[in-house]
């Protein structure tokens, strides 16, 4: 098991940036595939982001595509998702997720195995 940590949300203006961060804990931080989930009010789990076990591998939904960046440190246990240009669309909790699916990409919530318990990003208008 393997419980994760999502940090590095808060409040920014359209067009701003923001990079969050999930630190993971308990197991090795390399056998996961990795993934960024959102969730705005009302609406359901969005897959928004996703990073192989060795980071060489990443896939966007096409509403963020070019905009944001997912990465990871392996060595320091920790993913990334930098956010760039932000529209207010964006707005949504934002939850990092890790999958034992022996898949190179994972796209869909029911494969993830480990979730943490999100972070907000609020983009104003």
């Known amino acids: 098991q393997v419980q994760l940590v999502e940090s590095g949300g808060g409040l920014v203006q359209t067009g701003g940036s923001l990079r969050l961060s999930c630190a993971a804990s308990?197991?090795?931080?390399?056998?996961?595939?990795m993934g960024w989930f959102r969730q705005a009010p009302g609406k359901a789990r969005e897959f928004v982001a996703g990073?192989?076990?060795?980071?060489?591998?990443?896939t966007y939904t096409d509403s963020v595509e070019g905009r944001f960046t997912i990465s990871r440190d392996n060595g320091k246990g920790t993913m990334f998702l930098q956010m760039n240009s932000l529209k207010p669309e964006d707005t949504a909790v934002y939850y990092c997720?890790?999958?034992?699916?022996?898949?190179?990409?994972?796209?869909?919530?029911?494969?993830?195995?480990?979730w943490g318990h999100g972070t907000q990003v609020t983009v104003s208008s």
């Open positions: 997720a890790a999958s034992t699916v022996p898949a190179i990409l994972v796209l869909t919530a029911t494969a993830y195995d480990y």
């Open positions: 990073i192989s076990r060795d980071g060489g591998r990443t």
């Open positions: 308990g197991r090795t931080f390399s056998s996961y595939a």
